[in-house]
Structures are given as structure tokens and as C-alpha cells.
């Protein structure tokens, strides 16, 4: 499939930029969308597809935030010559019953296993960069983390792990109709990723417990909109749960390697100076 182009949705994203980093160092050819990228892609405005779908063949694609965009866009990606679409979900979608966390995703879900062509999706828990890149960062640089997230076992992935998965999936044979459930090696506790990050960063931080109920309100609070902090509070009820807690066996299965571990990120990330 080297001659054909590889369109990444969510190109400036975490796992995004990290499978077009990818590709491209392997030598092929990439388009890079997303609402703020030269190849303009919004799942909002359906304007924005054709232009992005020409030409490509294998397609990367982060569910729209909405339920219902992907079931118009993956038959218009079909129809424009795609024939293996690489989705990313999140842990256990097919186990969250009622809930109203994750309706985007396991929509998106559906219109590829109906697409026709090639499909894989990844389903990961929480990413280990989410501490540097994205919601937990400025509560850590604040020096108080505050979840309610009790002592549910989570087991953080790293998003270069997310991401050679993708690359392998995107590019490989052997990947069409697996779902793979991808963890870290092992499951920590909120408050031992945060001491984690505080040892080896040398930064004074804490985690604190929370009610759902203070945690939404906090959220609000901190110019978070009421929809956002409602869905974040609906994710970890199933965490509480235990929906993402167990690890598997998938990256090692995929990549003939197990996962980095957290404690691999951490350094890795305090020594770039994440938390300085």
C-alpha cells in the first residue's frame, strides 16, 4: 500500500500527529487533517470531506465528538476508493450497557464494521500523556490532581504504543475485522501515577479524592462546560465499574513487544520537562 495515501483524521491530536510522524518516517505518503491543518477536515461541516478523501486508500480516523457524522462520512470515504479504515474507540465500548459516555464511539464503531472494506479498531484505556499533554496537566502544575476516580486500577497506555498499533494496522496485512483491546503492562491506582509524576519530577502534587458531584462542579468551575464535565464524570462511573481496569495481551500481539510502562513515560516525560 505504499503508493497510495495515508489520510490521518486528528492530525495535530496525540495519537494523530504520532501516526503521521510515523508513516512519514516510513516513506509514505500522508495527508494530515483536521479543523486547524492545511488538508482542512471537520466533522462538522461534510464540505470539508471530499477534498481530503481523494485519492487515499487507508484512512485513520478519531470519532467525531457527536454520534452520527460517521455514518455519513465512512460510505462517502468508500465511495472515493478507501479500503481499510483504522478507527479509534476506547476500552470495552461494547460494555457500557446504558451509559452515555461513548455514544460518538461506538457509533463510529458501527459505520466501519458496516463500511464493506477493511476495518480494525483500538480500544484504549486512558492515555499515560493525558499527565502532560491534555486534561490532568494543569491540575498536576497546579500541584492538586482531583478525581472521582477512588482506587479504580487504571492501566495507562502510551500513545506511541497507540500509535505503532495504528502504523502496523494502517499499513500490514493481517489486521481486517480485529477489535484490539490495548492496555499498559499493569494497572495503577489514580493516586500512584500521581506520586509517580511527583518523585520523579521532584514536584510537589497530590491526588485527591472527589464525589462525582464535586467533581462536575470543580469542573464548571475551571470554565469546563457542564456537557464536557457530565460526559468526563459518565467515563469514570465506568471506571468505577471496572469496564477499563484488566490488562491485555494485544499491543504484544500486534507489535511482538509488550507496552511501554508508566514509569518508562514518566521519565521519559520529566526529563523533557513536562512538569517544570
Given at each position: 500500500m505504499s503508493e497510495h495515501i495515508f489520510l490521518v483524521l486528528g492530525a495535530t491530536g496525540k495519537t494523530g500527529r504520532r501516526v503521521t510522524a510515523r508513516l512519514r518516517a516510513a516513506g509514505r505518503t500522508v495527508r494530515a487533517a483536521s479543523r486547524s491543518s492545511e488538508a482542512r477536515f471537520d466533522w462538522t461541516d461534510p464540505a470539508t470531506w471530499d477534498d481530503v478523501l481523494d485519492g487515499v486508500s487507508a484512512a485513520y480516523v478519531i470519532a467525531p465528538e457527536v454520534p452520527g457524522p460517521a455514518h455519513d462520512f465512512v460510505p462517502r470515504a468508500v465511495a472515493a476508493g478507501v479500503r481499510r479504515f483504522v478507527l479509534l474507540s476506547a476500552r470495552g465500548a461494547d460494555t457500557w450497557g446504558d451509559s452515555t459516555?461513548?455514544?460518538?464511539?461506538?457509533?463510529?464503531?458501527?459505520?466501519?464494521?458496516?463500511?464493506?472494506?477493511?476495518?480494525?479498531?483500538?480500544?484504549?484505556?486512558?492515555?499515560?500523556?493525558?499527565?502532560?499533554?491534555?486534561?490532568?496537566?494543569?491540575?498536576?502544575?497546579?500541584?492538586?490532581?482531583?478525581?472521582?476516580?477512588?482506587?479504580?486500577?487504571?492501566?495507562?497506555?502510551?500513545?506511541?504504543?497507540?500509535?505503532?498499533?495504528?502504523?502496523?494496522?494502517?499499513?500490514?496485512?493481517?489486521?481486517?475485522?480485529?477489535?484490539?483491546?490495548?492496555?499498559?503492562?499493569?494497572?495503577?491506582?489514580?493516586?500512584?501515577?500521581?506520586?509517580?509524576?511527583?518523585?520523579?519530577?521532584?514536584?510537589?502534587?497530590?491526588?485527591?479524592?472527589?464525589?462525582?458531584?464535586?467533581?462536575?462542579?470543580?469542573?464548571?468551575?475551571?470554565?469546563?462546560?457542564?456537557?464536557?464535565?457530565?460526559?468526563?464524570?459518565?467515563?469514570?462511573?465506568?471506571?468505577?465499574?471496572?469496564?477499563?481496569?484488566?490488562?491485555?495481551?494485544?499491543?504484544?500481539?500486534v507489535l511482538g513487544r509488550p507496552p511501554r510502562d508508566f514509569e518508562t513515560y514518566v521519565a521519559r516525560a520529566a526529563a523533557a520537562g513536562a512538569w517544570r
Open positions: 459516555f461513548g455514544l460518538d464511539m461506538r457509533a463510529a464503531e458501527e459505520a466501519v464494521r458496516a463500511s464493506g472494506v477493511e476495518w480494525t479498531i483500538l480500544r484504549p484505556p486512558n492515555f499515560s500523556q493525558n499527565f502532560d499533554e491534555d486534561v490532568f496537566h494543569a491540575p498536576i502544575m497546579a500541584g492538586q490532581l482531583a478525581l472521582p476516580a477512588h482506587d479504580i486500577v487504571e492501566p495507562f497506555i502510551d500513545a506511541d504504543d497507540v500509535a505503532d498499533v495504528a502504523v502496523a494496522a494502517l499499513t500490514e496485512p493481517g489486521h481486517a475485522g480485529h477489535t484490539y483491546e490495548l492496555s499498559g503492562p499493569r494497572g495503577l491506582t489514580f493516586r500512584e501515577a500521581v506520586e509517580e509524576i511527583a518523585r520523579v519530577s521532584g514536584r510537589p502534587v497530590r491526588y485527591v479524592d472527589v464525589s462525582p458531584e464535586e467533581y462536575v462542579a470543580a469542573s464548571v468551575a475551571q470554565g469546563i462546560s457542564p456537557e464536557v464535565a457530565s460526559y468526563l464524570n459518565e467515563m469514570f462511573d465506568l471506571m468505577r465499574r471496572g469496564r477499563f481496569a484488566k490488562t491485555t495481551d494485544d499491543v504484544h500481539r
